[in-house]
């Protein structure tokens, strides 16, 4: 065989893995936003409001979200009586925080900012990767509590998330996310659990415990979730 057949030949062995790896992240891609009702039904997922218990070092902090899927979010926390509040948009963020000795809104970091803008999306980042601008590798299968896991690697300039999608029930068992903060290097991983069909027949993790090097593990559990009810946009962007 002459070198350049052997090129070509390599060349197109390099293009069909390619074409079957994005084949793949296709496929489960379509297979997870079926198992979270599908693509409609995603689509009259307008607002939530959600108020959860999160217990982090043996402290419960009561905490509420407010999500305008493709517009803004607002959380709050509430820590012994100090209550840090956090807005993000599509093009601006800002966290008010007591407990760093600030009354005043802070800008949020760009990097802080984009970690935020797959909760803007309904079916979150999987269901809409490429109208992000991710690249998307299928990474092989891993084990995810016992349970097999498609890795799926979601990568956009200096930022990265890694995805594990269950192989049984196509709904996303654990994150990584890799990124900066403060100019050092971070990596923080979330499990999600207990998942519930709504009355109106959306699903959701009711369950989430999040470990982060600068905080430690923080679990949070779901006790109030309200779909679809008027929200205020302006209320949302309150500095207070």
């Known amino acids: ?24 992240v296709d496929e489960i891609q379509q297979k997870y936003i079926t198992a979270l009702g599908g693509k409609s039904k995603l689509s009259t997922l307008k607002n939530i409001y959600q108020e959860a218990d999160m217990e982090v070092m043996g402290m419960v902090m009561p905490a509420k979200l407010w999500v305008v899927y493709k517009t803004a979010m607002r959380q709050e926390i509430d820590i012994q009586g100090q209550k840090i509040a956090t807005f993000v948009g599509k093009n601006s963020g800002w966290t008010i925080n007591p407990m760093m000795g600030s009354t005043e809104a802070q800008p949020l970091p760009e990097d802080a900012i984009k970690g935020y803008l797959g909760m803007l999306d309904p079916g979150g980042e999987l269901s809409s990767f490429k109208d992000y601008g991710y690249a998307a590798t299928f990474e092989g299968k891993e084990a995810v509590n016992a349970s097999d896991a498609y890795k799926i690697k979601l990568a956009k300039d200096s930022s990265e998330t890694i995805l594990y999608i269950d192989v049984k029930t196509n709904l996303l068992t654990k994150s990584i996310t890799k990124g900066n903060a403060g100019g050092q290097s971070v990596e923080i991983t979330t499990l999600f659990s207990d998942y519930k069909t709504s009355p109106e027949g959306y699903v959701f993790p009711y369950s989430l415990t999040i470990n982060n090097p600068m905080i430690g593990e923080i679990k949070s559990t779901i006790t109030k979730l309200d779909i679809n009810k008027p929200v205020d946009i302006a209320e949302l962007e309150k500095k207070n």
């Not at 002459?2 to 790896?21: A, G, V």
């Open 1 to 24: 065989m002459t070198q350049s057949k052997m090129i070509k030949l390599l060349t197109f062995f390099c293009m069909i893995i390619s074409f079957s790896h994005a084949q793949t």
